[in-house]
């Protein structure tokens, strides 16, 4: 599987253009909500993004400067990334939007990132391509081991309860889903099962 392109939707779900063995294309649109590992990997992406678009917050710092600004996930986030080229000459694209203060959203596309080349290789080009390759395996976790933050069909399980019984925050936490980015998702309530008492009739006693 040559991963070209991922995007995560407004659902949280991914979209994936692949090319297999034989060369062909496929698009895989996921309908499952990715997992908080994939999530993770995406948001890392963002101090990358903030460079190769030159954002403010990124003006006379170096990548790790800019990693470390810990309001960065809130003002910036990443939706896609685009891979081209070939094994030996890739270039990197990803794309992403800002939240203005006007509360409005700004998409970003990056100028395309090469990973290799003497003269226009990405500065961080070896930070990069170990972010992508996490990003990778992620992807293929989601489409080939059914790596996803609810599985269709496991949400009740022989009277068991649910897989958010004492863990609902585990779909989410430890990581910042930026504000840019945020599509909320209520898991499915069970419905309340009402019980109709059945009502008995009272015979009168002959007297």
Not at 56 to 85: C, H, M
Not at 143 to 165: R, V
């Amino acid at each position: 599987m040559e991963i070209q392109k991922v995007k995560i939707t407004k659902d949280n779900t991914c979209m994936v253009v692949y090319s297999n063995a034989d060369g062909d294309v496929i698009t895989h649109q996921g309908g499952n909500i990715i997992h908080k590992d994939l999530r993770e990997a995406m948001n890392a992406l963002i101090p990358h993004l903030a460079v190769l678009t030159e954002q403010r917050e990124a003006y006379n710092s170096t990548l790790s400067e800019v990693r470390a600004k810990d309001d960065l996930p809130v003002k910036l986030s990443v939706q896609g990334v685009s891979i081209s080229g070939d094994a030996i000459n890739n270039g990197i694209q990803i794309t992403g939007c800002r939240m203005l203060l006007t509360g409005k959203v700004l998409n970003l596309n990056s100028p395309t990132a090469m990973l290799d080349g003497e003269t226009d290789r990405y500065e961080y080009a070896d930070d990069l391509y170990q972010l992508i390759e996490n990003i990778k395996f992620e992807v293929r976790q989601y489409i080939e081991q059914k790596k996803w933050a609810i599985k269709q069909g496991e949400l009740f399980e022989d009277g068991d309860g649910t897989p958010f019984d004492g863990s609902v925050e585990d779909l989410t936490s430890g990581i910042d889903i930026p504000q840019a980015d945020i599509a909320v998702v209520e898991a499915p309530q069970p419905e309340k099962e009402v019980k109709k008492m059945k009502k008995t009739k009272k015979t009168k006693s002959a007297a």
